[in-house]
């Protein structure tokens, strides 16, 4: 009779495998428009190696993608990205971008499942790719906050200024962030979480 050797099973990477002190884990989504910086943002603030769906921009995008200011992009998201990342031994949140053309929102509505939250990637070389983002989320009734991506080339404005131009309410945090930065990213997904808990622990208004 033969014996055929089996194959040794192959697992999680130690580093990928989830802390057992766990007892809290939060879908959170990183939106924005094309190129704005949601790829960049999740892999620099993953603990597990970042899943991606990027693929290289071809001649079939011409005069369908929008790359005004940013014609140097080579590569895009066509389905998502996903990181994890823990704030806490009992708190992990686990992260996904949306890709940012429009001839792929269809697949946010399978992304928004379960998500308590999103922050909003804002390029200020392109304001206006954000306007239709910002909309779908109001719509949608998704609590988010509002992070202003740092790029070299970018004009920078007062905070006041940007609030008013995407129609912020103040109520709505809006922060500085570099999405290269791991510490930045870091801090606005606290910025949402801190957000998410006032919204759960601040009456609501008389009518």
């Given at each position: 009779m033969d014996c055929k050797i089996s194959e040794p099973v192959v697992g999680p990477r130690s580093e990928d495998v989830l802390p057992a002190s766990v007892t809290t884990a939060v879908k959170v989504v990183i939106v924005g428009g094309f190129g704005v910086g949601k790829t960049t943002l999740v892999?620099?603030?993953?603990?597990?190696?970042?899943l991606t769906t990027e693929e290289t921009m071809t001649q079939a995008g011409v005069g369908v993608d929008d790359i005004a200011g940013i014609e140097r992009k080579t590569e895009t998201t066509v389905a998502m990205d996903?990181?994890?990342?823990?704030?806490?031994?009992?708190?992990v949140l686990y992260l996904f971008g949306t890709p940012g053309q429009?001839?792929?929102w269809f697949l946010w509505n399978g992304l928004f499942e379960g998500a308590l939250g999103a922050v909003v990637l804002i390029d200020t070389r392109r304001l206006e790719v954000s306007f239709d983002v910002i909309g779908r989320l109001e719509e949608r009734g998704v609590p988010f906050i509002v992070a202003i991506n740092a790029f070299p080339d970018g004009p920078t404005y007062p905070m006041s200024e940007l609030r008013v131009a995407l129609?912020?309410?103040?109520?709505?945090?809006m922060i500085?962030?570099?999405a290269r930065d791991r510490v930045s990213s870091r801090d606005a997904l606290l910025t949402l979480m801190r957000y998410l808990h006032t919204l759960t622990?601040?009456?609501?208004?008389?009518?």
């Open positions: 892999g620099s603030v993953s603990e597990i190696r970042p996903f990181g994890r990342i823990s704030l806490s031994d009992e708190l429009q001839r792929f129609d912020i309410p103040d109520s709505v945090p500085d962030c570099d622990t601040t009456p609501p208004e008389p009518r």
